[in-house]
């Protein structure tokens, strides 16, 4: 029996539970009892909580309790770092002692029989508390090394060369210098953050919205002094997270502590403005670019140096500077990375963390350079494509952005574009063109398994504890499991997001597919080869478990024993165009069309690759033209906290994305040959659009979001 599953464009096996309602996300879980809890938050960036008056809040209909740090429990909080956590500096503490880290810090916790009565009554608390002086500023100059938990001596550096950059610039015929700026941006996922926390004596359930159950059952259990087995993390479906939910943050364990307290289930769920404070945010950044080339157009020099915010108490780390060593080619490479800590919350990853960002001043920097040399931008990168990894030395496993550039500019009709800028109007619209390249490495994680059980109805059934946020993993798994086992996707049942499931890596970095899939690769040729071994070859293994009268058999898998070769250097590349309109008098920028064309190895599922693409689309969309987490610099609130004033792409704003895979068959990058498409789609957006601005209208603006007013 053999049926084609991978490759095939299969609608979501979990959209009729979807659309009918029945998928239960984190907040909707109540068990019997449930009281709900709200956070109250710290009103000042940095200082110290002097006094907190209950006044009547504590009589107030309802109220179960109120916890601040004078009567909080103490928790142990023992040494423990999940893959996504910063690896130096702590987490916070929460409720455990006076200090104030952050504007928006959780202070308090009210706890009532209803969520309406819990916010009265948090509105009652009254908080004094004495004012330190606070850093918001992320300039170069404040930027430190990260690193300071390995001690001054380390082997750790963020910085790296080859060649002698610096001097090559400065002899270069062809020079562009420039810094380039990002707001800070939150992830803003349509489902809240939410966590639901149930007590048994000993035994603690949590159904919270997760991309890492196994992570967040760690966490909690070294936050709370338990054996990790008697903490159980369920989280079925996520209503997306972007990164938002890889790390274990401050409601999951105030939901605990509030649950244990009041001997009761107890949920939270986090609202909009509590999400910006308390789930993350891509760093704000700076980023300065240097490009020296001959008058040609081929790179002598690339320097790049990058700061980003982090918080005062951890060191929080991306890649933003790495692609610029291995983009391109290029003798001479010199990068300098920093942080620059601040008096906020902790930056977490978020929407292709470090290459969103890198990529943006890198590709503005080549069409910078385009225009100076005055060669078209793709045949700028076409000149300077390596041959291999340059900063490894390393094959790429494979690498085709040619093909990317070729297929991209014929769907886009790139040959259209008169590459003089302002001289493409339509009446009063200034219309520009607009490319950038994509990259963002295809990781691959040893540490998932997975079980399947064959059944003697022909029904096959994968569990695994990975979390699916939206991409669609339970069906690509299904895919997976459906053609090695040779039935149709409708016999296979897929379970996720429960951390008794057999261990996956975080439901991050594009990494799932490649590492879960593996894992359910092999566990499914291990039952594979058992039915063959119990009932020869050329048996279906009904039949065969049937004949034997057996139910089912079961088998596990790990992507462990099929590590991808360490010989090659593994990335996806992509290249991005993007049509920007705008207006020449009101300045107002819309994004027309873009088209990404993607080489990402495999597609396993070509409509929820595309639906993937799209959606990474529109988020550049809103990195380039919409998204800015404002923080009032005086005392670091969070000016656009909801979104009535964070504003996001809707439908008015994304016209007509096109999404092309180049066919790519990669031996070395893993046993499935995928590279995901989760962040790659994301990545070249925003800098194609930028490009296309300065296209449309002369201007070249070095800040995202691209606002109005700095066109004007
Ligand atoms: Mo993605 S930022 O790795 O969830």
């Given at each position: 029996m053999s049926r084609r599953s991978i490759g095939e464009p299969i609608p979501r096996v979990d959209a009729p539970a979807k659309v009918a309602g029945q998928a239960r996300y984190a907040a909707e879980f109540a068990p019997r009892g449930v009281a709900h809890a709200v956070i109250v938050q710290s009103s000042i960036a940095h200082g110290r909580l002097a006094h907190i008056d209950l006044g009547y809040a504590a009589e107030e209909p309802g109220v179960l309790g109120i916890l601040t740090f004078t009567n909080a429990p103490r928790l142990p909080y023992r040494e423990h770092r999940a893959s996504p956590d910063p690896e130096c500096g702590e987490r916070l503490h929460v409720l455990q002692d006076a200090m104030v880290h952050f504007f928006g810090q959780p202070v308090a916790l009210v706890i009532a029989e209803t969520r309406e009565q819990a916010e009265h009554a948090a509105q009652r608390l009254r908080i004094q508390c004495s004012v330190l002086p606070a850093e918001l500023d992320v300039s170069f100059e404040r930027g430190v090394t990260p690193g300071s938990c390995r001690g001054a001596c380390s082997e750790f550096s963020s910085d790296t060369s080859r060649g002698d950059a610096d001097a090559a610039f400065e002899s270069s015929a062809a020079r562009t210098e420039h810094v380039y700026s990002i707001a800070r941006q939150n992830h803003h996922p349509l489902e809240p953050h939410a966590t639901v926390a149930s007590w048994d004596d000993d035994r603690l359930t949590l159904w919270?919205?997760?991309?890492?159950?196994?992570?967040?059952?760690?966490?909690?259990?070294?936050?709370?002094?338990?054996?990790?087995?008697?903490?159980?993390?369920?989280?079925?479906?996520?209503?997306?997270?972007?990164?938002?939910?890889?790390?274990?943050?401050?409601?999951?364990?105030?939901?605990?502590?509030?649950?244990?307290?009041?001997?009761?289930?107890?949920?939270?769920?986090?609202?909009?403005?509590?999400?910006?404070?308390?789930?993350?945010?891509?760093?704000?950044?700076?980023?300065?670019?240097?490009?020296?080339?001959?008058?040609?157009?081929?790179?002598?020099?690339?320097?790049?140096?990058?700061?980003?915010?982090?918080?005062?108490?951890?060191?929080?780390?991306?890649?933003?500077?790495?692609?610029?060593?291995?983009?391109?080619?290029?003798?001479?490479?010199?990068?300098?990375?920093?942080?620059?800590?601040?008096?906020?919350?902790?930056?977490?990853?978020?929407?292709?963390?470090?290459?969103?960002?890198?990529?943006?001043?890198?590709?503005?920097?080549?069409?910078?350079?385009?225009?100076?040399?005055?060669?078209?931008?793709?045949?700028?990168?076409?000149?300077?494509?390596?041959?291999?990894?340059?900063?490894?030395?390393?094959?790429?496993?494979?690498?085709?952005?040619?093909?990317?550039?070729?297929?991209?500019?014929?769907?886009?009709?790139?040959?259209?574009?008169?590459?003089?800028?302002?001289?493409?109007?339509?009446?009063?619209?200034?219309?520009?063109?607009?490319?950038?390249?994509?990259?963002?490495?295809?990781?691959?994680?040893?540490?998932?398994?997975?079980?399947?059980?064959?059944?003697?109805?022909?029904?096959?059934?994968?569990?695994?504890?990975?979390?699916?946020?939206?991409?669609?993993?339970?069906?690509?798994?299904?895919?997976?499991?459906?053609?090695?086992?040779?039935?149709?996707?409708?016999?296979?049942?897929?379970?996720?997001?429960?951390?008794?499931?057999?261990?996956?890596?975080?439901?991050?970095?594009?990494?799932?597919?490649?590492?879960?899939?593996?894992?359910?690769?092999?566990?499914?040729?291990?039952?594979?080869?058992e039915i063959r071994k119990l009932g020869g070859e050329g048996r279906s293994f009904p039949d065969v478990l049937r004949r034997l009268d057996r139910a089912s058999i079961e088998a596990t898998g790990s992507s462990d024993a099929n590590q991808p070769s360490k010989e090659f250097s593994r990335h996806a590349f992509g290249a991005v165009f993007a049509e920007v309109a705008v207006d020449s008098e009101l300045c107002e920028v819309r994004v027309r069309r873009a088209v990404g064309a993607y080489a990402a190895g495999r597609i396993v599922n070509p409509r929820l690759a595309r639906s993937q693409c799209i959606g990474g689309m529109v988020g550049g969309i809103g990195m380039a033209l919409m998204e800015e987490t404002i923080l009032d610099e005086r005392d670091g609130r969070i000016v656009t906290g909801t979104l009535a004033e964070y504003l996001v792409p809707v439908n008015l704003d994304v016209r007509d994305l096109d999404v092309i895979f180049v066919a790519e068959r990669d031996p070395h990058v893993n046993p499935l040959g995928v590279k995901g498409v989760g962040e790659i789609a994301l990545v070249g957006m925003a800098p194609a659009i930028a490009n296309a601005v300065f296209h449309a209208t002369g201007r070249r603006l070095r800040r995202l979001p691209i606002r109005l007013d700095q066109l004007l």
């Amino acid at each position: 029996m053999s049926r084609r599953s991978i490759g095939e464009p299969i609608p979501r096996v979990d959209a009729p539970a979807k659309v009918a309602g029945q998928a239960r996300y984190a907040a909707e879980f109540a068990p019997r009892g449930v009281a709900h809890a709200v956070i109250v938050q710290s009103s000042i960036a940095h200082g110290r909580l002097a006094h907190i008056d209950l006044g009547y809040a504590a009589e107030e209909p309802g109220v179960l309790g109120i916890l601040t740090f004078t009567n909080a429990p103490r928790l142990p909080y023992r040494e423990h770092r999940a893959s996504p956590d910063p690896e130096c500096g702590e987490r916070l503490h929460v409720l455990q002692d006076a200090m104030v880290h952050f504007f928006g810090q959780p202070v308090a916790l009210v706890i009532a029989e209803t969520r309406e009565q819990a916010e009265h009554a948090a509105q009652r608390l009254r908080i004094q508390c004495s004012v330190l002086p606070a850093e918001l500023d992320v300039s170069f100059e404040r930027g430190v090394t990260p690193g300071s938990c390995r001690g001054a001596c380390s082997e750790f550096s963020s910085d790296t060369s080859r060649g002698d950059a610096d001097a090559a610039f400065e002899s270069s015929a062809a020079r562009t210098e420039h810094v380039y700026s990002i707001a800070r941006q939150n992830h803003h996922p349509l489902e809240p953050h939410a966590t639901v926390a149930s007590w048994d004596d000993d035994r603690l359930t949590l159904w919270t919205k997760s991309q890492f159950v196994g992570g967040e059952r760690d966490e909690i259990a070294a936050i709370f002094g338990l054996p990790p087995d008697n903490v159980h993390v369920i989280s079925p479906f996520v209503g997306g997270a972007f990164g938002s939910a890889l790390r274990t943050w401050p409601h999951v364990t105030l939901a605990a502590m509030a649950a244990h307290v009041v001997r009761r289930p107890v949920s939270i769920i986090l609202d909009r403005r509590q999400m910006s404070a308390l789930t993350g945010s891509r760093p704000e950044s700076r980023q300065r670019v240097a490009l020296g080339a001959s008058r040609e157009g081929r790179l002598a020099a690339i320097v790049h140096e990058a700061v980003h915010e982090t918080s005062r108490y951890e060191e929080y780390v991306e890649d933003m500077i790495d692609v610029s060593t291995y983009l391109y080619a290029c003798p001479n490479v010199r990068t300098r990375y920093r942080i620059a800590p601040r008096d906020v919350s902790t930056p977490t990853h978020m929407r292709a963390p470090g290459e969103a960002s890198g990529v943006f001043a890198l590709e503005c920097a080549m069409d910078e350079l385009a225009v100076e040399v005055g060669i078209d931008p793709i045949e700028l990168r076409l000149r300077n494509e390596p041959e291999r990894d340059e900063s490894s030395g390393l094959p790429f496993s494979s690498r085709s952005i040619r093909e990317c550039y070729a297929a991209g500019a014929e769907r886009f009709g790139w040959a259209r574009r008169d590459p003089q800028p302002r001289s493409m109007r339509e009446g009063e619209l200034l219309i520009g063109f607009g490319v950038a390249s994509s990259t963002y490495p295809a990781f691959f994680s040893t540490n998932a398994r997975a079980r399947v059980r064959l059944r003697s109805d022909g029904s096959v059934e994968v569990e695994v504890a990975s979390s699916d946020m939206g991409p669609g993993t339970s069906t690509s798994i299904a895919q997976v499991a459906a053609e090695i086992v040779g039935v149709g996707v409708d016999r296979v049942q897929v379970r996720l997001g429960d951390s008794r499931l057999p261990p996956a890596p975080s439901h991050g970095g594009s990494q799932t597919l490649a590492s879960v899939g593996t894992a359910v690769k092999a566990a499914c040729d291990a039952a594979c080869a058992e039915i063959r071994k119990l009932g020869g070859e050329g048996r279906s293994f009904p039949d065969v478990l049937r004949r034997l009268d057996r139910a089912s058999i079961e088998a596990t898998g790990s992507s462990d024993a099929n590590q991808p070769s360490k010989e090659f250097s593994r990335h996806a590349f992509g290249a991005v165009f993007a049509e920007v309109a705008v207006d020449s008098e009101l300045c107002e920028v819309r994004v027309r069309r873009a088209v990404g064309a993607y080489a990402a190895g495999r597609i396993v599922n070509p409509r929820l690759a595309r639906s993937q693409c799209i959606g990474g689309m529109v988020g550049g969309i809103g990195m380039a033209l919409m998204e800015e987490t404002i923080l009032d610099e005086r005392d670091g609130r969070i000016v656009t906290g909801t979104l009535a004033e964070y504003l996001v792409p809707v439908n008015l704003d994304v016209r007509d994305l096109d999404v092309i895979f180049v066919a790519e068959r990669d031996p070395h990058v893993n046993p499935l040959g995928v590279k995901g498409v989760g962040e790659i789609a994301l990545v070249g957006m925003a800098p194609a659009i930028a490009n296309a601005v300065f296209h449309a209208t002369g201007r070249r603006l070095r800040r995202l979001p691209i606002r109005l007013d700095q066109l004007l």
